[in-house]
Each structure stands twice: as structure tokens, then as C-alpha cells.
């Protein structure tokens, strides 16, 4: 039976619900649904406007035929000389739906953390801002032979849920594994993901995609079809550079095990070129898909890079706090 976690390897190995839920303050002032720049994958997804009451004013405009004239604006009308009306941006319960995986493919890393506690922490992050909103929230959690559903609900107790699969299924994972890769996983909770999100979910799929084939990118496409997906590929900087002076390096899958020399040319370029033509593969799909995508690099910190795919901008003349 494995032992369980030291301290310094919660956060870089492996994770706990602890860990996780400390990571709510970290979501402050973020949302799906905010105002994001052009350049935030989110830009432009979310609210809807209607006439009428809602949540946010959003513009004075002229009277259409068919308005309300409960909600004309007299002392604008009497200025402008025309009928004005007040119009609103009405914020939309938006369902999220995280599909977090788990299996032994993520459980690498050469730098700060796993692929699969970068994915963890991400995860627990949009449950956070998810729950910020006043959304319900549901995750699709996996592994290389099950797949476990925590249905979407607006409560704190369904985020701890949510947060306690994911880390369930994190600690099973270990070096010593008789687990073998179940590259047919992805699909299947994207399978699962279908029969919940029917229509106007936010869809998190936080992978590594591997195994991701013509069956994926078709998935991909019917979840897009009624609902917004994203897609976060998370990824290793060695799939982008094999180091040059890594030394050795022993890789294993189950029961095979090779020990490798980074430092050679002939064993460094042509991993090195298998790596980056994977990610290229991986990202093609994605837009061929039309999903948009994340990338996670397991370098940097989990909170810091989503408040930068997110497009958030610190207020003009103050600097952006330290994570």
C-alpha cells in the first residue's frame, strides 16, 4: 500500500483536498463570466442581453417597436429629443462542468509539479470561480480504468466533492503502478460529459490528450454544439526542449523500463522531435475541433497562468499583486 504524502510533495507530486481548497483565495476577482480583453479565449462567450430588467445596466438606446415602456428613460428622452430606453445585460446561470485526468500518462513532470497536480490545481480553481459566480459546478474525473461523475450543484459540499475525487484519484497514482495506460479514457468521459451537459454548459477539459484521436475531436464538436468548451492542454517544457546536459533519464510504462542518455545527440533529438510533434498533433485537433485552447506548462504556478489565459489586466497605475 502506498504511503501517504509528505508535506513536500503535496503541491509538486501529489495533492490533498487541503491543498486544493487553500487555493480558493486565489480566485478573487476572476470569473468565466467577467469582461475579458479580445485576446482571452473567453472573450465574448457569456450573458446575454435582454430587454428589460437584469442584472447590469448595459446601454441607452433608442425605442424599438415592441419595447416596454416601463423602461423608458424620460429625463434621457427629454434631453436627446427621442425615445430612449434603459437596456441590461442579464447574467445566465452557467452550469460548469470540469473533465480532469488523472491517468498515469500526467504523471510526469521535470519541473515544478506533475502534469497531473497542475491539472488538480486547475481544476480546483474554476470549481472555485465557479462557485464565486453562484454556478453550479460538476466535474467528470479520470483515470486509466474508471470514471467517476459528481453532478453539478450550486454548494460549497458539491465543491468539496468535486475537489475530493480529484485528489482520490490523484494519490492512486504512483511510479510503481500495475495500471496500464487507458488511452481510450479521454473519450469515454467526454462520452459522460455529453449525457450531462445536454445544453449551455461551460465544459473544462484539462488534459494532456493523449490517445486523442478522430473520435475525441468529434466529441469535442458535439459538447461544442449547445454548449462553450475549453480545452487546457497541460503539458511538460521537455515536450517543447529536451534538455541538452539532462544527464540520464529512466522512463517507464508498467513493467518496461529504460534508462536513457539525455546528454547524447542521437537519444536527445529524436525524443525531442516525437515531443514536439505530439503537441503539434494535439493542437491541431483541438482546432480542427473548434475548441478553444489552454496551455498549462507545468513550470509556472497554477493560479498565475490562469489569471493570464484569462486575459486579466491589473487596474491602470497599480501593480499586480504576487500570487
Given at each position: 500500500m502506498q504511503a501517504a504524502p509528505t508535506a513536500a510533495e503535496i503541491?509538486?507530486?501529489?495533492?490533498?483536498?487541503?491543498?486544493l481548497a487553500r487555493l480558493e483565495h486565489a480566485v478573487r476577482g476572476l470569473g468565466f463570466t467577467m469582461r475579458q480583453p479580445?485576446?482571452?479565449v473567453l472573450a465574448g462567450k457569456h450573458g446575454s442581453r435582454i430587454r428589460g430588467r437584469g442584472l447590469n445596466f448595459e446601454e441607452l438606446r433608442g425605442y424599438r417597436q415592441g419595447d416596454d415602456i416601463r423602461h423608458l428613460d424620460w429625463r434621457a428622452s427629454l434631453r436627446a429629443g427621442r425615445a430612449l430606453v434603459r437596456a441590461y445585460t442579464e447574467e445566465r446561470d452557467l452550469p460548469v462542468l470540469l473533465v480532469v485526468d488523472q491517468r498515469m500518462p500526467m504523471f510526469f513532470g521535470s519541473r515544478r509539479a506533475m502534469k497531473s497536480v497542475l491539472a488538480a490545481e486547475f481544476a480546483a480553481l474554476c470549481a472555485w470561480m465557479a462557485l464565486q459566480a453562484g454556478d453550479r459546478v460538476g466535474a467528470v474525473v479520470f483515470n486509466d480504468g474508471e470514471t467517476r461523475l459528481v453532478r453539478p450543484l450550486r454548494s460549497r459540499a458539491r465543491v468539496q466533492a468535486v475537489l475530493g475525487a480529484v485528489a482520490g484519484m490523484n494519490q492512486a497514482l504512483h511510479a510503481a503502478s500495475e495500471a496500464r495506460p487507458g488511452y481510450g479514457q479521454?473519450?469515454?468521459a467526454l462520452e459522460r460529459a455529453l449525457q450531462v451537459a445536454g445544453h449551455d454548459h461551460l465544459v473544462?477539459?484539462?488534459?494532456?490528450?493523449?490517445?486523442a484521436g478522430q473520435r475525441t475531436q468529434d466529441l469535442l464538436r458535439q459538447l461544442a454544439s449547445h454548449n462553450s468548451v475549453i480545452a487546457a492542454l497541460v503539458f511538460d517544457p521537455m515536450f517543447q526542449a529536451v534538455p541538452?546536459?539532462?544527464g540520464r533519464m529512466v522512463v517507464t510504462e508498467g513493467e518496461l523500463q529504460v534508462e536513457l542518455d539525455?546528454?547524447?545527440r542521437t537519444v536527445r533529438?529524436?525524443?525531442e522531435s516525437f515531443?514536439?510533434?505530439?503537441?503539434?498533433?494535439v493542437a491541431a485537433l483541438l482546432k480542427r475541433s473548434g475548441v478553444p485552447m489552454m496551455a498549462l506548462d507545468t513550470e509556472g504556478e497554477a493560479p498565475a497562468q490562469l489569471r493570464r489565459l484569462l486575459g486579466r489586466l491589473a487596474p491602470r497605475g497599480k501593480a499586480p499583486r504576487r500570487q
Open positions: 503541491g509538486t507530486v501529489w495533492v490533498d483536498v487541503a491543498h479580445h485576446a482571452s479521454l473519450d469515454r473544462c477539459v484539462v488534459s494532456d490528450f493523449a490517445g541538452q546536459h539532462g539525455m546528454g547524447a533529438e529524436p525524443i515531443f514536439a510533434g505530439r503537441l503539434h498533433d
